[in-house]
């Protein structure tokens, strides 16, 4: 994998933080930069791409893809979260006709 050097200025808290993961984890900086810096990217994607979903700019497909999760992890995270579907009754037709298609 190609890596890129970057620097970035951290406050205390968050040297703090890094140099307290590096040891916990018995690893470098670095490396707890990485992770931590995944974990937040991660986070982040699902976070708009709900955001996205809830504002209807989105389909749960979408969001999904967007999230870099299953379907069915994005369905499990809406439910868990109590976001309701922006699906209506149409929606629900259209999907059977489609699956009536399909087996056809």
């Known amino acids: ?3 890129e ?3 970035v200025r951290l ?3 968050e040297l703090d933080a890094i140099n307290e993961i590096a040891r916990e984890e018995k690893t470098d900086k670095t490396t ?8 937040g990217t991660k986070q ?3 976070e708009k791409a ?16 967007q999230a870099n999760v299953s379907l069915w992890e994005m369905m499990d995270l809406l439910k868990e ?6 699906l209506d009754s149409s ?13 056809k």
Request: charged share 25%; net charge positive; hydrophobic share 40%.
């Open 32 to 39: 707890a930069v990485r992770r931590t810096l995944a974990l």
């Open 50 to 65: 709900l955001s996205n979903y809830i504002k209807g700019k989105i389909s749960v497909g979408k969001a999904a893809e």
């Open 11 to 13: 406050r205390k808290e």
């Open 81 to 86: 979260r109590n976001i309701q579907s922006n």
């Open 5 to 7: 050097l970057v620097s």
């Open 1 to 3: 994998m190609k890596t």
């Open 91 to 103: 929606d629900y037709l259209q999907g059977l006709q489609n699956m009536k298609k399909v087996l």
């Open 44 to 46: 982040y994607l699902l």
